[in-house]
């Protein structure tokens, strides 16, 4: 027996008791000090999963995706998954000492791991995975994470130490994710979108990437769909967009905020209609549909749980309280925000709020409200409200957009600004909330006040 | 008359990580604000610059790999905007921008990038990267001058400070004769060593500020905008500040101006 790690585990599964009783939501302290007594606690226990481990990471979209993955490969499969769990590596841990008996034995076919960027190399170290899947690199909390280079070539460095039999699973259209491919012996798989454009409203595009990471010379787009993402090619060494094997097309995004698309899967072409909005969530699909048809589940299976799907915690949630409905939309950097303003821009009437935090969690630094292209939504807003602890930062971002603006539509309190909102809302109608990450928490806390759906650590 | 400033916006495919076209964004909608047309001309790596064709240059932060690649062109740029700076267009930079206008960046591992020397200045790599909320209060000097081109005073909040947000690793020293742009009252500013903040070189103004910097610190924003149209239209009397840059309602940048100090107090 593993003196050390069992009682890792003991000690993890007491505070867990603890955090349930006391009716906390806290989801990392467990690992946090079951780690502290035995380091290799997640080498240990996830080398006890038969069928290995899957990571999942990227700037934005890891939530959506790892949860559309549960949802299809658990149609064959047995997983572990750290769903509730914070995607730090005491989240991991959490997630194995919650579903691990005492003496250490894991009773699972398959471990899905969302990680966060800056855990990446970390988790691969802890994991060994079977596959890696990496969906995109943005500009995201520069004071926290430093420069989008130096976390790409954080991951290159440990890509290219993976043995040549881990799959990697690479958005194509991203550049910065391609090129990955190169340093490494890994087996890769491809996805991507294969239209020439989408019928999303325009908006100017941030792109952390310009030129070309192998030479330096100036990309070609020919198609340029979000951000960075598209189908480029260096004009000077000719690097290039590798064909994707799995991709989507025909993408049909509708004013009621639901998609359709043709899907193909190893050369099988499916229709898929679901309830997702924007372009980010067509690559959350494809990347799951990508992992899952690997581990062997049927292009059936995954359209059926594509079509079925609704969202994660956040993204996209539906809420109804007094016969109005609440849309909550995460916004936490400029190419998240500024595709879900560019799907929202497909509407008219909105009613906003938009509510601005910067703790810790959100990035302290609030400068990325002015890489984003609010001016999309201007004609767009029947009313506006913001609310957060850099509530005046947005306020003034918006001034700037010219967007009318009173100083009672500016709140500190969020569940004040929840309050209000929905109050003056006409029945059947809906408030869209755009919350960075610690006001989400807020959010969804003043919505299960309201009456509206379950804590967010049930969920 | 209709007045027109012509801005120049350097690299912005390359040096734009942080934020900071907020502050061109703020130059052009406080203009427009008073009937004056703005043009904004993206010059980047290839382009010709042209003497003095601009009244505004501005001059963001970047990667260190964009940085690389801009001081390259940088370069073939030098006389053209060191001569425009000497007959006094304005200019902003910031960050990376700021570095890459002094005499030269020293890397952590001792490469030396050579720079255009605009701000006698230097600036050299550390481990220590300085992340946080950036207070500042203005160079004297530049405080009377910006009290004469911005005088509402009914917002009943000192006006002498900026705020924003830093986030850079290298240490910048000014040389003896370079006036900083401001004393650091919370946060690291140049080097965290010296307590000076930023450089002022006639029109030009380097700094760490990001937040946008410019939005929420409107006095600054106006001055900037009033150099810019002294160069170009001559010496502004009092009766023309009144009238052409006249006071704008600002209560909603000095809240958020106030609820960025706070946080950090």
Same mark, same amino acid.
């Given at each position: 027996?593993?003196?050390?790690?069992?009682?890792?585990?003991?000690?993890?599964?007491?505070?867990?008791?603890?955090?349930?009783?006391?009716?906390?939501?806290?989801?990392?302290?467990?690992?946090?000090?079951?780690?502290?007594?035995d380091?290799? %606690?997640? !080498?240990?226990?996830?080398? *006890?999963?038969?069928?290995?481990? @899957?990571?999942?990471?990227? =700037? /934005?979209?890891?939530?959506?995706?790892?949860?559309?993955?549960?949802?299809?490969?658990?149609?064959?499969?047995?997983?572990i998954?750290?769903?509730?769990?914070?995607?730090?590596?005491?989240?991991?841990?959490?997630?194995?000492?919650?579903?691990?008996?005492?003496?250490?034995k894991?009773?699972?076919?398959?471990?899905?791991?969302?990680?966060?960027?800056?855990?990446?190399?970390?988790?691969?170290?802890?994991?060994?995975?079977?596959?890696?899947?990496?969906?995109?690199?943005?500009?995201?909390?520069?004071?926290?994470?430093?420069?989008?280079?130096?976390?790409?070539?954080?991951?290159?460095?440990?890509?290219?130490?993976?043995?040549?039999?881990?799959?990697?699973?690479?958005?194509?259209?991203?550049?910065?994710?391609?090129? %990955?491919? !190169?340093?490494?012996?890994? *087996?890769t798989?491809?996805?991507? @979108?294969?239209?020439?454009? =989408? /019928?999303?409203?325009?908006?100017?595009?941030?792109?952390?990437?310009?030129?070309?990471?192998?030479?330096?010379?100036?990309?070609i787009?020919?198609?340029?769909?979000?951000?960075h993402?598209?189908h480029?090619?260096?004009?000077?060494?000719?690097?290039?967009?590798p064909?994707?094997?799995?991709?989507?097309?025909?993408?049909?995004?509708k004013?009621?905020?639901?998609?359709?698309?043709?899907?193909?899967?190893?050369h099988?072409?499916?229709?898929?209609?679901?309830?997702?909005?924007?372009?980010?969530?067509?690559?959350?699909?494809l990347?799951?549909?990508?992992?899952?048809?690997?581990?062997?589940?049927?292009?059936?299976?995954?359209?059926?749980?594509?079509?079925?799907?609704?969202?994660?915690?956040?993204?996209?949630?539906?809420?109804?309280?007094?016969?109005?409905?609440?849309?909550?939309?995460?916004?936490?950097?400029?190419?998240?925000? /500024?595709?879900?303003?560019?799907?929202?821009?497909?509407?008219?009437?909105?009613?906003l709020?938009?509510?601005?935090?910067?703790?810790?969690?959100?990035?302290r630094?609030?400068?990325?409200?002015?890489?984003?292209?609010?001016e999309?939504?201007?004609?767009?807003?029947?009313?506006?409200?913001?609310a957060?602890?850099?509530?005046?930062?947005?306020?003034?971002?918006?001034?700037?957009?010219?967007?009318?603006?009173?100083?009672?539509?500016?709140?500190k309190?969020?569940?004040?600004?929840?309050?209000?909102?929905?109050d003056?809302l006409?029945?059947?109608?809906?408030?869209?909330?755009?919350?960075?990450?610690?006001?989400?928490?807020?959010?969804?806390?003043?919505?299960?006040?309201?009456?509206?759906?379950?804590?967010?650590h049930?969920? | 008359?209709?007045?027109?400033?012509?801005?120049?916006?350097?690299?912005?495919?390359?040096?734009?990580?942080?934020?900071?076209?907020?502050?061109?964004?703020?130059?052009?909608?406080?203009?427009?604000?008073?009937?004056?047309?703005?043009?904004?001309?993206?010059?980047?790596?290839?382009?010709?610059?042209?003497?003095?064709?601009?009244?505004?240059f501005?001059?963001?932060?970047?990667?260190d790999?964009?940085?690389?690649?801009?001081?390259?062109?940088l370069?073939?740029?030098?006389s053209?905007?060191?001569?425009?700076?000497?007959?006094?267009?304005?200019?902003?930079?910031?960050?990376?921008?700021?570095q890459?206008?002094?005499?030269?960046?020293?890397?952590i591992?001792?490469?030396?990038?050579?720079?255009?020397?605009?701000?006698?200045?230097?600036?050299?790599?550390?481990?220590?990267?300085?992340i946080?909320?950036?207070?500042?209060?203005i160079?004297?000097?530049?405080?009377?001058e910006?009290?004469?081109a911005?005088?509402?005073?009914?917002?009943?909040?000192?006006?002498?400070?900026?705020?924003?947000?830093?986030?850079?690793?290298?240490?910048?020293?000014?040389?003896?004769n370079?006036?900083?742009?401001?004393?650091?009252?919370?946060?690291?500013?140049?080097?965290?060593?010296?307590?000076?903040?930023?450089?002022?070189?006639?029109?030009?103004?380097?700094?760490?500020?990001?937040?946008?910097?410019?939005?929420?610190n409107?006095?600054?924003?106006?001055?900037?905008?009033?150099?810019?149209?002294?160069?170009?239209?001559?010496?502004?009397?009092k009766?023309?500040?009144?009238?052409?840059?006249?006071?704008?309602?600002?209560?909603?940048?000095?809240?958020?101006?106030?609820?960025?100090?706070?946080?950090?107090?």
């Amino acid at each position: 027996m593993d003196i050390r790690l069992t009682s890792a585990i003991l000690l993890g599964k007491i505070t867990s008791l603890i955090l349930k009783l006391s009716g906390s939501g806290a989801t990392a302290a467990p690992g946090l000090f079951a780690l502290k007594i035995d380091p290799n %606690l997640i !080498k240990k226990l996830s080398r *006890k999963i038969k069928g290995g481990s @899957v990571i999942i990471s990227g =700037t /934005n979209g890891k939530t959506t995706t790892a949860r559309l993955t549960f949802d299809i490969l658990s149609s064959k499969y047995k997983i572990i998954h750290n769903r509730q769990g914070s995607n730090l590596l005491r989240g991991i841990a959490s997630t194995l000492i919650q579903k691990a008996p005492v003496f250490g034995k894991i009773d699972f076919d398959l471990g899905l791991w969302e990680v966060d960027e800056a855990t990446l190399s970390a988790a691969i170290e802890n994991l060994s995975p079977k596959k890696i899947v990496l969906l995109n690199l943005f500009r995201d909390q520069l004071d926290r994470y430093g420069e989008v280079d130096t976390v790409r070539r954080n991951w290159q460095k440990s890509l290219s130490k993976l043995p040549k039999d881990t799959g990697l699973v690479l958005n194509t259209d991203d550049p910065g994710i391609s090129f %990955l491919a !190169k340093s490494c012996k890994a *087996k890769t798989i491809y996805f991507g @979108v294969n239209d020439a454009q =989408t /019928n999303l409203p325009a908006i100017d595009h941030v792109a952390d990437i310009k030129y070309c990471l192998n030479c330096n010379s100036k990309l070609i787009y020919k198609s340029l769909f979000s951000a960075h993402l598209g189908h480029y090619k260096c004009p000077n060494c000719g690097l290039g967009r590798p064909t994707p094997v799995i991709f989507a097309k025909n993408l049909n995004f509708k004013t009621n905020l639901t998609s359709s698309a043709l899907l193909s899967i190893d050369h099988k072409v499916l229709t898929i209609n679901y309830s997702l909005p924007g372009l980010y969530n067509v690559y959350n699909i494809l990347a799951a549909s990508a992992v899952s048809s690997n581990f062997d589940i049927s292009p059936q299976i995954i359209k059926e749980k594509i079509n079925g799907f609704s969202t994660a915690f956040g993204r996209f949630q539906k809420t109804e309280i007094d016969r109005k409905q609440i849309i909550t939309m995460l916004i936490k950097n400029p190419a998240g925000a /500024n595709e879900v303003i560019r799907t929202l821009a497909q509407k008219d009437n909105l009613n906003l709020l938009i509510i601005l935090n910067d703790n810790i969690a959100d990035g302290r630094d609030v400068s990325w409200i002015w890489d984003t292209q609010w001016e999309v939504l201007k004609d767009k807003v029947k009313n506006i409200t913001v609310a957060g602890i850099r509530s005046w930062d947005m306020a003034t971002r918006l001034k700037y957009a010219k967007f009318k603006l009173s100083k009672n539509d500016i709140y500190k309190e969020i569940s004040y600004s929840i309050a209000d909102s929905i109050d003056k809302l006409n029945k059947n109608d809906t408030l869209i909330i755009l919350p960075t990450y610690t006001a989400l928490l807020e959010v969804q806390k003043s919505l299960s006040r309201l009456g509206g759906g379950k804590k967010w650590h049930e969920n | 008359m209709k007045y027109r400033l012509n801005i120049c916006h350097l690299y912005p495919d390359l040096m734009d990580t942080y934020g900071d076209k907020g502050n061109i964004i703020t130059i052009r909608q406080r203009c427009a604000w008073r009937n004056i047309d703005t043009t904004l001309t993206k010059i980047s790596v290839g382009d010709k610059l042209k003497t003095d064709e601009f009244d505004i240059f501005f001059f963001g932060g970047g990667q260190d790999k964009a940085q690389e690649i801009v001081g390259k062109d940088l370069k073939s740029k030098k006389s053209t905007l060191t001569g425009s700076i000497e007959n006094g267009a304005v200019l902003l930079s910031i960050c990376g921008g700021y570095q890459l206008l002094q005499k030269y960046f020293k890397t952590i591992d001792g490469t030396v990038i050579d720079g255009i020397g605009l701000f006698d200045a230097y600036t050299v790599g550390s481990n220590t990267r300085m992340i946080q909320n950036l207070l500042i209060e203005i160079n004297p000097d530049l405080q009377k001058e910006i009290d004469k081109a911005y005088q509402n005073t009914k917002y009943k909040i000192q006006n002498t400070n900026l705020v924003g947000f830093e986030n850079h690793s290298g240490k910048t020293y000014l040389g003896k004769n370079l006036k900083p742009l401001g004393k650091v009252i919370k946060g690291s500013g140049n080097n965290g060593e010296d307590k000076t903040e930023g450089a002022i070189f006639k029109n030009a103004f380097g700094c760490y500020l990001h937040g946008s910097l410019l939005p929420k610190n409107p006095h600054f924003a106006d001055y900037l905008i009033t150099k810019a149209l002294e160069r170009r239209f001559g010496k502004i009397s009092k009766a023309f500040l009144r009238i052409k840059l006249k006071p704008l309602d600002d209560s909603i940048e000095w809240q958020a101006h106030q609820s960025a100090i706070k946080k950090m107090l």
